[in-house]
């Protein structure tokens, strides 16, 4: 079985610059048993690189034996907290603790009484000595210096006294309360999640989905018609809901990882509903969850049988009117590219403006996802990839899990364990259980390409034999990023400013990469910020836009739906989806496991 290289992405078609673009050729038979060897221990990691956490680890362990000053320090400053917490650890003293929490899991005010806040303040002196030990390490490289901090942080987590039942005054109460059922209903709530995780593994029957909202039921319920399905997606159009609609169509692009509907969940808080209530005429992509069967779906095939020809079918059903496009996550990053080949080939023709939600477009600052992004944990994981022909949902879902371990697993840890307390699902909780699946090649592209030597950033990466600019864009530019995002950190998302000429107007909100986006108006302390950068503008670094930019309460909603309408030309009649339509929305896709 060889290798194949992806044909079409970045091959030189004929006429094609070999000097731009040189095309890839076959890998030699040797690297299939390679990658064998390597699937195989990736199996048994769960595609964890062993060989990049042991050299951040040993980097770590002799860049800190030399610097004995540095350890002095912090063993100094741990020793001097001891004794000044030992005031506190008498029953009768209230003195206030020497170091302050503000986190949830010490939010009882139970940890104020004796003994729990000497379990309390002890944990929070060892915890403040090993950051103290993980930072700022000289001649420590910053990959390795944030690996071994996170590994660090995720067993002092692991240590917390909140985690053990007789530590945690929440539990002990709420044990007094129940005669101890508690830990009855929080056996039979791990015994379920048990099951749910052996029915995930590899070989075993898939069980039914079960969420707690379903599509087509509960959210995705906005009418609308599938007019358009090829093997890699469904295009819907939403059914109108005014008098007269904005000429110019929005097309969203959701990324491949999540499941579409996150932009359309229950009436009250879908972005496409709100949309449709503005008088845009909204199309959305819904993207099939793959299998083994398109594992070498690549950039390629997502671009061309993806955006563009869900691009050139609004555009026919709305009389060849240009679209406003909009991408989510990585779903934006493909249409970042897509505008870009557009505004090469065709001066960007079918596009009226673009909008990126939480997007990167430059990956050398890809927040906590960059702890598992180097050349070993790559090669780890796409050796995992290529012997399943995919990335799994639930392996995807521990990765992100690790990266918030504090509050997706030892805070519901404690809650449905020890308390015996259920987690009350909302839509968006639900959606998230939601999962998909990413295909070998496409996902491996976009580490390599992307993540690794940043292609799209620096003008690298190849599109039909050449390679593509974001400078070339040349339409206006909606940008929207989130104050406390760990996929798409906002000052990374602001550095489309240095690689783009063309208009742009960024808006940073409150919330996080999801609550951020799902933002309606009527949500509750939700505030935005905006500025807007013309063409021969001046750079304004992230520091600069924090003072400079606009402030406003509320929802940046309103602001996206006026910005659209003021680069629309004028008002139609509306567009009936239904002729020529597949089937109701939500579509088929969305409904498959």
Not at 85 to 107: G, Q
Request: hydrophobic fraction near 40%; include cysteine.
């Amino acid at each position: 079985m060889k290798v194949k290289a992806n044909e079409g992405f970045l091959t030189a078609p004929a006429g094609g610059t070999a000097a731009e673009c040189p095309p890839y050729t076959d890998e030699p038979d040797y690297r299939y048993y390679d990658r064998q060897v390597r699937a195989a221990l990736a199996r048994v990691t769960g595609g964890i690189s062993l060989i990049s956490l042991g050299l951040a680890g040993v980097d770590w362990g002799l860049q800190t034996a030399l610097a004995p000053g540095k350890l002095a320090h912090a063993a100094v400053d741990w020793a001097r907290g001891w004794l000044d917490d030992t005031v506190r650890w008498l029953p009768l003293s209230d003195a206030p603790p020497a170091i302050p929490s503000t986190e949830s899991r010490f939010a009882d005010e139970g940890w104020q009484a004796w003994p729990y806040r000497c379990w309390r303040d002890a944990f929070l002196r060892n915890e403040a000595f090993w950051q103290s030990l993980t930072s700022d390490v000289d001649g420590l490289s910053r990959h390795h210096q944030r690996v071994a901090a996170f590994c660090m942080r995720q067993w002092t987590d692991m240590c917390s006294p909140g985690n053990v039942w007789w530590m945690n005054p929440a539990v002990v109460r709420e044990t007094q309360r129940t005669c101890g059922t508690n830990f009855v209903q929080g056996t039979r709530h791990w015994a379920e999640d048990f099951a749910d995780m052996a029915a995930n593994l590899p070989g075993a029957d898939p069980r039914p989905r079960q969420l707690a909202y379903m599509p087509g039921k509960d959210v995705a319920i906005t009418p609308g018609k599938v007019v358009f399905r090829n093997a890699l997606l469904e295009l819907i159009q939403y059914t109108p809901s005014t008098e007269a609609v904005w000429k110019e169509p929005v097309l969203i692009v959701p990324s491949w990882i999540m499941k579409y509907y996150i932009l359309d969940l229950q009436p009250h808080d879908s972005l496409v509903r709100y949309l449709v209530e503005q008088g845009h005429t909204v199309f959305m992509i819904s993207w099939k969850n793959p299998g083994d069967e398109a594992r070498d779906r690549g950039l390629h095939d997502y671009l061309h049988d993806g955006i563009l020809a869900a691009l050139y079918a609004a555009q026919a059903r709305c009389e060849g009117a240009c679209v406003h496009v909009a991408g989510y996550c990585l779903g934006g990053t493909l249409l970042a590219i897509c505008a870009a080949k557009l505004a090469r080939d065709t001066d960007g023709d079918p596009l009226a403006s673009v909008t990126f939600f939480a997007t990167e477009t430059d990956f050398t600052e890809p927040g906590e996802l960059g702890l598992f992004i180097d050349k070993s944990a790559v090669a780890t994981l796409d050796a995992l990839m290529w012997s399943q022909g995919y990335l799994d949902g639930p392996q995807m879902t521990s990765a992100f899990q690790m990266l918030n371990a504090r509050d997706l697993i030892w805070s519901r840890m404690m809650s449905e364990y020890l308390l015996g307390q259920r987690l009350r699902a909302n839509d968006l909780i639900s959606w998230n259980r939601d999962i998909t699946r990413l295909p070998y090649r496409l996902h491996s592209e976009c580490l390599h390409k992307l993540f690794l030597a940043n292609e799209l950033a620096e003008g690298k990466l190849c599109v039909g034999g050449r390679p593509v600019a974001l400078s070339d864009l040349n339409r206006p530019i909606f940008m929207v990023g989130t104050e406390h995002d760990h996929v798409s950190p906002w000052r990374s998302v602001y550095k489309l400013h240095l690689l783009t000429r063309t208009a742009l107007t960024f808006l940073l909100t409150s919330g996080g990469h999801n609550a951020g986006i799902v933002s309606e108006p009527d949500h509750p302390r939700r505030r935005y910020r905006f500025t807007t950068r013309k063409p021969g503008d001046p750079y304004l670094s992230p520091e600069r836009f924090l003072t400079h930019a606009e402030y406003h309460e509320g929802s940046w909603w309103p602001a996206w739906s006026h910005w659209l309408a003021d680069r629309s030309s004028a008002k139609c009649q509306p567009r009936d989806p239904a002729p020529g339509a597949v089937c109701d929305a939500p579509g088929r896709y969305v409904m498959e496991p």
